[in-house]
């Protein structure tokens, strides 16, 4: 195996039911509820084609059609926006429209795990190291937590996974690894458990959802049993991937909003609409007022 092997493909998983943001998944996939003005799983198709990506695999499931239509051609749409002069948007539709035969998307038939989506893409990704993507949690920076996964594994070769540092009595919300020796930009990972119980967890490093995987892991996830939830886990998959080959951790530099919880969606749209000339200081001022009402409210009660 070439460590160096680079890294052209990524896997996104799409397929979750998003039962947290009822109703407003009813009829919508939560991959496609908004970030100020960009669906959930935008965020992550910018951070992959960053970072180098050349083609994205959806693991997609049913009720899902409108992820697939979301990056295709809508050449009706595009003569409108150029006769009506909208340059800006034109422009925006055109940059964000994927290279033809560059995404793929297969289906995932049941609900059986993040290990068993990943497993679907099998044969999409082909004998080579691929990224993976979680687009439920969107990384917020100066650059995409994939870019330095990538930088890492320029020099380390072998599995690199995304972690940021959590509240201790988050650890068993996530995947948390073991910190070992350091080395530029990252440290080797000892060891790796999902969901650890209270008091259990080797460290608060937490795995973000991004990673690059070598292509030994889609044999290992194909024979694992159901872990954690009584799912497919990935990470239990990882785990006896690592009994043969390294994997090391990059500390994401920037902070990742998980957006497949309430609280986390809408800090991340808070923090978007900040960083958006166009509505920051009107954004700023109405959650300003807002603070200072809800305080005052408090402080009367
Ligand atoms: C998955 C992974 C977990 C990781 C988390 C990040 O868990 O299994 O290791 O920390 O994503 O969001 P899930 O959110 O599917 O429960």
Known sequence: MDPRKTVRKAIIPVAGNG?????ATKAMPKEMLTIVDRPVVQYAVDEARQAGIEHIV???????????????????????LSRSGKTAQLSELENMLPVAGSVSFTRQQAPLGLGHAVWCARDLIGDEPFALLLPDMISYGAYGCMAGLVDLYSSTGGNVLGVEQ?????????GIVGKGISVPRGFAVTEMVEKPR??????NYYLNGRYILQPE?????????????NEIQLTDAMVTLAERQSFHAHPYEGRTFDCGCKHGFIEANVAFALDRPEISDLVYESLR?????????????
């Open 198 to 203: 209270a008091g259990e967890a080797p460290s």
């Open 58 to 80: 959806f693991v997609t499931g049913r009720n899902k059609q409108v992820i697939e239509d979301h990056f295709d051609d809508t050449p009706e749409l595009m003569s409108s």
């Open 289 to 301: 007022d807002m603070v200072l009402s809800h305080e005052r409210r408090g402080r009367a009660a």
């Open 166 to 174: 959590c509240a201790p009595e988050d650890a068993s919300k996530y």
């Open 217 to 229: 892991i889609f044999d290992i996830l194909h024979e694992q049993p159901r872990g954690a939830g």
């Open 19 to 23: 039962t947290r943001f009822l109703p």
